[in-house]
């Protein structure tokens, strides 16, 4: 179902660590819509994951960094406008991790040196990707930058413990560069608030198969997968939503709206 939404733009895609990666699912989506990327992920999780098994079906040229890194970011940003052969039209932030989920700390036994990273890489990574692309007047004119959120960032998950905190401050981050891209630039900056998705990082929170099957139970056109949140990414980067800026959007089928359903009522009283 290509329409050449995104012919003759190019982007950054950060994320993709294997086929079940959301940002892998944007790749392949946006590549089928005529764009043209560079792929970015952490050095250390190159090793790890499929990133060259996506450059090669995409034609995309990989330029490793550390999100957490200001230096690495300005070698991305720039290396991507000189092998793409221009200024940026979209951006992908699909990053997130926290150290504290990893080694199953609750909310109240938090590694503060932990939650820091938790931050620094879920949520300030954010704000110096957009700090060095406004330094390098790296975007062009209505261009599109997306970041992925969760709706923990609004209701409290207490698994989600110190990913909450960093997902709201995510979130601030877009209202913030939103205003301050939009007048200077034209840039739109939004967050998808994307429904639980089978992924390495998804996955890794605890509790994560049971709260999974309780969004898909509560929300009335089940959970979105990462190919629905792909299509949505698409939408974004796309001309078809230029004036949409700043907003937290959910995409959850319904499950955000939703108090209570049927299938949650009856799994109760069993
Ligand atoms: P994933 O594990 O496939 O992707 C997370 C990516 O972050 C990985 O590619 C990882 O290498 C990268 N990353 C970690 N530290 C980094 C660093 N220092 N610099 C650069 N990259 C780094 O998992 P997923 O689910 O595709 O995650 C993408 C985004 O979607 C994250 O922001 C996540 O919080 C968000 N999200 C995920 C949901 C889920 O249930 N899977 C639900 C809602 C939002």
């Known amino acids: 179902m290509a329409n050449n939404l995104l012919a003759g733009k190019r982007g950054i895609i950060s994320g ?22 560079t792929l970015t992920n952490a050095p250390i ?12 079906k995409t ?20 290396k ?13 932030h ?14 109240g036994e938090l590694n503060y040196d932990w939650f820091q990273k938790s931050l620094d890489v879920s949520a300030l990574s954010f704000h110096k990707m957009m700090h060095v692309a406004e330094k390098q007047d790296a975007l062009s004119e209505w261009g599109s930058v997306v970041g992925l959120s ?39 900056v939004n967050t998808i608030s994307q429904s639980p998705t089978k992924t390495t990082a998804g996955s890794g929170i605890g509790g994560f ?7 898909d139970k509560m929300s009335p056109l089940g959970n979105a997968l990462a190919g629905d949140c792909a299509n949505y990414c698409i939408f974004l980067f ?25 299938e949650i009522i009856e799994q109760m009283g069993k």
Do not use: C
Request: proline share 2%; hydrophobic share 40%; aromatic share 10%.
């Open 16 to 37: 993709a660590l294997d086929e079940n990666s959301i940002a892998w699912h944007v790749a392949q989506r946006a590549h089928e819509e005529g764009a043209t990327f």
């Open 238 to 262: 796309s001309d078809l939503s230029r004036m949409i800026t700043m907003q937290n959007l959910y995409h959850d089928g319904g499950y955000s709206m939703t108090g209570i359903s049927e």
């Open 94 to 107: 699909s990053i997130g991790m926290s150290p504290n989920i990893r080694k199953g700390r609750s909310y």
């Open 209 to 215: 198969d049971s709260f999974f099957d309780f969004a």
């Open 80 to 92: 991507s406008q000189e092998v793409l052969g221009g200024k940026i039209d979209f951006v992908l």
């Open 150 to 188: 969760y709706i923990a960032a609004q209701r409290t998950y207490p698994f989600y413990t110190d990913m909450a905190d960093a997902k709201a401050v995510l979130e601030s981050i877009a209202r913030g560069y939103g205003y301050r891209l939009g007048k200077s630039k034209k840039v739109r």
């Open 59 to 78: 034609g995309s040229e990989i330029i490793p960094a550390d999100a957490t890194s200001v230096e690495e970011l300005e070698n991305l940003f720039s």
């Open 45 to 56: 999780a190159m090793r790890m994951g499929k990133i060259n098994e996506l450059a090669e």
